[in-house]
């Protein structure tokens, strides 16, 4: 059971590039969610899905896009990459299913860089 | 909407001190709270989590949390903190059906 995997562990892009940052959670959990983590911050909720094929902004979804075909994977697109966009990003996933149980299991992050 | 305030952005504590990290939230309706914890580097764990019942919340390694419902707070302590405590602390918040909500953080640094 791997929980949450992440990829890559640090990116460097350069204005204008795009790319994908890689989720998949092997717990079958229905909900994933994709944030971002900068100093002073906290997290800030930038994509969510409920379900395969299901996804809707967060808080701050402007230059990023999501989908979800399937269960396990939530890839998050950065269209394309600006400097505002250097920060942690964090993949989560959580069963509300579950009710008291519900608790979000989050990824090892991915460090973005882009000059 | 949801929102969570962590009243402290950096505490510094020599080893031994007590520890007392506050968490307000602003939600009229049931909530879930959490309290998450990040070592350097790493990633969220999870520390403790009420959802219901005894409002004093027990986690791992000593920490424990006490709901206060009529002042909206969740706040974290440890009576003695050790120098593997230092890390980011976030409070979160959940409502059923909604997203999780998370607090800036406060930094914690023990001095050995």
């Known amino acids: 059971n791997a929980g949450v995997t992440q990829t890559p562990k640090f990116q460097v892009l350069k204005t204008g590039q795009s790319m994908t940052l890689q989720c998949a959670q092997d717990?079958?959990?229905?909900?994933m969610s994709w944030y971002r983590q900068d100093p002073g911050m906290g997290l800030r909720l930038i994509h969510y899905s409920v379900g395969a094929g299901i996804t809707d902004q967060g808080e701050v979804p402007n230059g990023y896009n999501v989908s979800r075909s399937t269960t396990e994977d939530f890839p998050l697109r950065l269209l394309s990459a600006a400097p505002s966009q250097t920060s942690v990003y964090f993949c989560a996933s959580n069963d509300p299913g579950q009710g008291a149980y519900n608790e979000q299991f989050f990824g090892p992050g991915t460090r973005l860089t882009v000059l | 909407a949801q929102s969570v305030s962590q009243h402290n952005h950096h505490v510094i504590l020599s080893e031994a001190a007590s520890l007392e990290l506050g968490c307000n939230y602003s939600?009229?309706?049931?909530?879930?709270l959490f309290w998450y914890v990040q070592y350097p580097g790493q990633h969220l764990q999870l520390l403790l989590k009420?959802?219901?019942?005894?409002?004093l919340v027990k986690g791992i390694k000593g920490f424990e949390a006490e709901f206060i419902k009529s002042k909206f707070s969740f706040n974290l302590r440890k009576p003695s903190v050790q120098w593997s405590d230092t890390a980011e602390y976030f409070c979160a918040v959940n409502a059923y059906g909604q997203n999780f909500v998370f607090g800036p953080g406060t930094r914690l640094s023990v001095l050995p």
């Open positions: 009420y959802f219901s019942g005894d409002p």
């Open positions: 939600y009229g309706g049931t909530v879930n």
């Open positions: 717990m079958n959990h229905e909900y």
